[in-house]
C-alpha cells in the first residue's frame, strides 16, 4: 500500500487530508511540525507527503530541505498546502525540492490533480 | 412548467444549439433558465417560453442559449489528448508540413479556454523547433460570455490548480490579486472567436489538427453525424481529430474512423494519415477569409 505522511499544525486539516488520501487507497500519517515529520521520516520513509509551510518548531521549507539531505529523502513526493501563495514562495518551495505546490484553500479535486501530477494515478489504486 | 413549455423549450434549444435534452432533463432546464427569467423580469419559465415564441428580444434569445450550455474545463483535462499533442501529433504534423513551415489548429469547444491555453503552452514549448513556422491556433465556442473568460486567460486559484503542474503555472502565469492571469504571449497566440457548431464553418479554412471534445455528446445523432461530416470536410486529409472520452464517430459519419493506436484519435476514413508523408499533394489552406468575417490573426515564428 501506498503511504503518505500528512504534515500540519491543524489537526482540522490533518483530518480532512487524511479522509482525501484514504480514499484514493494511502495509508496515512500524521505529523504536527517538521521536527515529528522528519523523526517519522527517520523511521519509515512515505511515498508521499503532504506539507505545510508554517508550522511551530521546524516549518516546512526547513523540514523539506532536511529531508532532502537526510538518506533516502529524496524518495517520497513532496506536495506543499500552504496558504503562501505568491510566485516567490512557489518558486522557493520548488528549488528546495517540492514536487508539487496545492494553495489552500483545497479540496478534493485539488489533491487528487496533483498527486496525478506526481504520478500517483487514481486508476492504480485498483492494484 | 407545463410539458408543452417545456417541449417548446427543448425545441427551440436543439434549433438554437443543438442541445438535445431528454425527458428526464427537465430540473436542468428549471435550474439553469430560472436565473434568466429572473435576469429579464419574467415571472417563470412559462413567461419565458411566450417572450421566446414573440422572438424580438435577441439578448433573451442568446442568455437562454447560453445558460444552457455546460462550460466546465480544466487545464490538460484527461492529460492524454495532450500527451498525444506534444509526443505524438505535433512531431508528426512539423514532419508532414516541413516544406511549408504552417500549422493550423483549431479548439472548437474552448469554452473558458483551458484547452487552447494548454496546446498554447505546449507550443511555447516546443518554440525552438516551431522557430520561424507560422501557427494558427483558433478557438471558438458558442457562448460569448465564456469567450470573454477566455480572451482575459484570468483564472481562480482553483482553476489553475487542476490539471496544471505547478511549473507551468510559475512559467506561463502572472498572479494578479487572488488571481492568475496566463501571459500575454500565450494569450496572443489563441485567435478567439464565437461560433455555433450548427452553422457553416468552413470560412475557417482547413486544419491539421481539431480538438472537439465534450459538446458533441450533448447533440442528437443526426446532429453529431452532421457536425463531424463537416468537421470532416474542414480537416486535412492527414489530418487528426480529438474527441471527448464519452464520444465518437462510429454509426455517424462514414467520413472519419478511429485510430487503431489511439484512443479518442480520429483521422479521415481512406485518408492520407496512414500514407507515406512525402507522397502525396499537400492541399492548400484557403486562407482568404469569406465576406464579414475578419482575417484570422497568426503567430508567426513562435
Same mark, same amino acid.
Given at each position: 500500500m501506498k503511504t503518505c505522511l500528512i504534515v500540519d499544525d491543524s489537526a482540522v486539516i490533518r483530518k480532512v487530508a487524511r479522509r482525501i488520501f484514504e480514499t484514493m487507497n494511502f495509508q496515512v500519517g500524521e505529523a504536527e511540525d517538521g521536527e515529528k515529520a522528519l523523526t517519522a521520516c527517520g523511521e519509515t520513509m512515505p511515498d508521499a507527503i503532504l506539507l505545510d509551510w508554517n $508550522? #511551530?518548531? $521546524? /516549518?516546512g521549507y526547513d523540514f523539506l530541505r532536511a529531508l532532502r539531505k537526510? #538518506?533516502? &529523502? *529524496?524518495?517520497p513526493k513532496v506536495l506543499f498546502c500552504t496558504t503562501e501563495n505568491d510566485v516567490g514562495a512557489i518558486a522557493r518551495a520548488l528549488h528546495a525540492g517540492a514536487d508539487e505546490y496545492i494553495m489552500k484553500p483545497f479540496d478534493r479535486d485539488i489533491v487528487t490533480a496533483k498527486l496525478a501530477q506526481v504520478g500517483f494515478l487514481a486508476e492504480a489504486d485498483a492494484a | 412548467m407545463t410539458d408543452i413549455e417545456f417541449d417548446f423549450l427543448r425545441s427551440y434549444l436543439k434549433t438554437r444549439s443543438g442541445l438535445a435534452l431528454s425527458a428526464e432533463k427537465r430540473y436542468l432546464v428549471e435550474s439553469r433558465l430560472g436565473p434568466v427569467c429572473r435576469r429579464f423580469n419574467l415571472a417563470d419559465l412559462g413567461a419565458l417560453a411566450t417572450a421566446l415564441k414573440s422572438g424580438r428580444d435577441t439578448a433573451m434569445e442568446r442568455a437562454v442559449v447560453e445558460a444552457m450550455t455546460t462550460n466546465e474545463t480544466f487545464f490538460f483535462r484527461d492529460r492524454v489528448p495532450f500527451d498525444l499533442f506534444r509526443d505524438v501529433l505535433l512531431p508528426e504534423a512539423m514532419a508532414r508540413r516541413a516544406s511549408q513551415r504552417r500549422l493550423r489548429i483549431w479548439?472548437? +469547444? !474552448?469554452?473558458? &479556454?483551458q484547452e487552447p491555453y494548454s496546446l498554447a503552452m505546449m507550443l511555447n514549448d516546443a518554440a525552438p523547433r516551431l522557430a520561424g513556422w507560422s501557427v494558427d491556433l483558433v478557438a471558438t465556442d458558442l457562448s460569448t460570455e465564456v469567450l470573454e473568460k477566455a480572451k482575459a486567460g484570468l483564472y481562480s486559484h482553483f482553476e489553475v490548480q487542476r490539471g496544471l503542474p505547478v511549473q507551468a503555472l510559475i512559467k506561463h502565469f502572472e498572479q494578479v490579486g487572488e488571481q492568475w492571469r496566463i501571459s500575454a504571449p500565450l494569450r496572443q497566440m489563441v485567435d478567439y472567436r464565437p461560433l455555433n457548431?450548427?452553422?457553416?464553418? /468552413?470560412?475557417l479554412g482547413s486544419f491539421d489538427i481539431i480538438y472537439c471534445r465534450?459538446?458533441?455528446?450533448?447533440?442528437d445523432a443526426p446532429t453529431k453525424g452532421d457536425v463531424l461530416g463537416r468537421l470532416s470536410a474542414s480537416l486535412a486529409p492527414d489530418g487528426a481529430l480529438l474527441l471527448g472520452?464519452? *464520444?465518437?464517430?462510429i454509426g455517424l459519419t462514414d467520413r472519419l474512423v478511429p485510430s487503431p493506436q489511439h484512443r479518442g484519435l480520429y483521422n479521415q476514413?481512406? %485518408? !492520407? +494519415?496512414?500514407?507515406? @508523408?512525402?507522397a502525396r499533394p499537400l492541399p492548400a489552406a @484557403?486562407?482568404? @477569409?469569406?465576406? %464579414?468575417i475578419p482575417p484570422l490573426r497568426r503567430v508567426v515564428g513562435l
Open positions: $508550522m #511551530p518548531t $521546524m /516549518d537526510t #538518506p533516502g &529523502g *529524496e524518495k | 479548439c472548437a +469547444a !474552448a469554452s473558458t &479556454g457548431l450548427l452553422h457553416p464553418f /468552413d470560412a465534450n459538446v458533441l455528446i450533448y447533440f472520452a464519452a *464520444e465518437t464517430v476514413a481512406g %485518408g !492520407a +494519415a496512414a500514407r507515406a @508523408p512525402a @484557403p486562407i482568404l @477569409p469569406a465576406a %464579414g
